[in-house]
């Protein structure tokens, strides 16, 4: 069944009615420009294929239902209640379960947004073929789906900005993980063969045609099954080290500094600092790098970068995993133009930009290397640059 019928399904055993309307938004993989959102910088990501699906009907009362395919729980709750529940306490659980604060967090931070637009209540079913802790950003594809049912539904008429703002302040504050924008905005902007460019400080973007169609060529997605958490551990700490570094160098963030700063960065703080510090400011550039030989020179030009890009997250920031290291090494060695992990980090997903003809080998590489690693078999899939949200019913 398909992951659109699943949701109509499931909202028929959730009300025994017919939705009136089902909203779906894409996933997104990141081409380069990883950590740089929250400091203020640069990224490049594209919507994909993988999609989570809305489907969605106004109620009589004041009630929101939700249930998910993910969960066996329903949870209800009114939505003049949504102001108690949220914002969760820093460092604290969400009053709700953790999956449903994305869409209740999602209504909440509309409602906000849009003002005291008269609400009323509704159901919502959900269901996506969007992998979830992959590095895809199911997250950001539940927000987005979410966003645009009730954004209709409610009549908010707020643009694709705005609801990509609603999506992230509902990660932040109503799920409590504290990511940046880049997600909601890749969702959001999608288009067909071209990836989007987004300034992390202004929110100004710009649609990035990639050529990978046109140079036959394809982003293979090798998801290692390891997974994540950005609410725990790891995230927070490369935000907290992108923090001090900013602190340090006396700028508001590490979006401020460029190499020229990193001889100064070394006098004045740690060496862990200094290369968290150096991966964002080098990445910025790769970001700037990408977008300008997109431009001049094609997608067959862009591998180095992405290599690059892998080597600064491995050995800098320090968030890849064996996994994700050999995934990029045996693309590599295969053909591939360029791999480097993608999204967050401490698992997840590897991308490679290969030729159409090379995706079968590079992929029956990258299954073997991993079988005689000893590692979990890999879901390894193609994707291309592809719609942000829309209404599918
Ligand atoms: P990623 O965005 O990389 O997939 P995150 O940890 O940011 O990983 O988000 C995954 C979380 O989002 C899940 O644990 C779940 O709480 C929520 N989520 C994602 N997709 C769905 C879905 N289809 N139904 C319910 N919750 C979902
Ligand atoms: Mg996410």
């Known amino acids: 069944m398909s992951a659109l019928d699943a949701a109509r399904?499931?909202?028929?055993?959730?009300?025994?009615?017919?939705?009136?309307?089902?909203?779906?938004?894409p996933g997104r993989v990141n081409l380069i420009g990883e950590h740089t959102d929250y400091n203020e910088g640069f990224v490049l990501p594209f919507a994909i294929p993988h999609r989570t699906f809305a489907a969605a009907r106004v109620r009589d009362d004041d009630r929101i239902r939700v249930a998910s395919t993910f969960a066996d729980e329903r949870v209800e709750v009114a939505l003049t209640d949504l102001d108690a529940l949220f914002p969760t306490a820093p460092g604290a659980e969400p009053a709700v379960p953790e999956w449903s604060a994305y869409v209740l967090g999602v209504a909440w931070a509309l409602l906000a947004a849009a003002g005291d637009a008269p609400a009323r209540g509704v159901d919502i079913a959900i269901a996506s073929d969007v992998p979830v802790g992959a590095g895809l950003s199911s997250s950001a594809a539940i927000e987005?789906?979410?966003?645009?049912?009730l954004n209709d539904l409610w009549r908010l008429g707020l643009d694709?900005?705005?609801?990509?703002?609603?999506?992230?302040?509902?990660?932040?504050?109503?799920?409590?993980?504290?990511?940046?924008i880049m997600d909601q905005m890749a969702s959001m902007l999608g288009r067909p063969d071209a990836a989007t460019f987004i300034d992390c400080r202004s929110l100004a973007t710009e649609s990035v045609p990639t050529g990978f169609t046109g140079e036959g060529l394809e982003v293979l997605v090798i998801d290692t099954q390891v997974t994540h958490s950005h609410s725990t551990g790891g995230y927070r700490e490369r935000r907290e080290a992108c923090e001090r570094g900013a602190a340090l160098l006396g700028i508001r963030s590490l979006r401020d500094a460029s190499e020229a700063d990193l001889p100064r960065?070394?006098?004045?703080?740690?060496?862990?600092?200094?290369?968290?510090?150096?991966?964002?400011?080098?990445?910025?550039?790769?970001?700037?790098d990408t977008v300008r030989t997109l431009a001049e020179h094609g997608p067959r030009m862009i591998g180095d970068l992405l290599v690059a890009s892998h080597a600064s997250m491995r050995d800098d920031f320090e968030i890849s995993v064996a996994e994700l290291d050999l995934a990029v090494e045996t693309a590599l060695a295969q053909g591939a133009i360029g791999a480097r992990m993608t999204g967050g980090g401490f698992g997840g997903a590897a991308i490679a930009l290969v030729a159409h003809d090379d995706v079968e080998k590079v992929s029956d590489a990258v299954?073997?290397?991993f079988a005689d690693a000893g590692f979990a078999a890999p879901h390894v899939f193609t994707v291309h640059p592809s719609d942000g949200p829309r209404r599918d019913i």
């Open 265 to 288: 960065a070394a006098e004045l703080m740690d060496d862990v600092t200094l290369r968290r510090v150096r991966h964002v400011i080098t990445e910025n550039q790769r970001v700037l």
């Open 9 to 25: 399904a499931l909202f028929a055993e959730l009300t025994g009615r017919e939705p009136e309307g089902v909203w779906s938004a």
């Open 160 to 180: 694709p900005v705005a609801l990509a703002q609603v999506g992230r302040r509902a990660e932040n504050e109503a799920v409590g993980a504290p990511t940046g």
């Open 144 to 149: 987005g789906a979410v966003a645009s049912a």
């Open 367 to 369: 299954a073997r290397a």
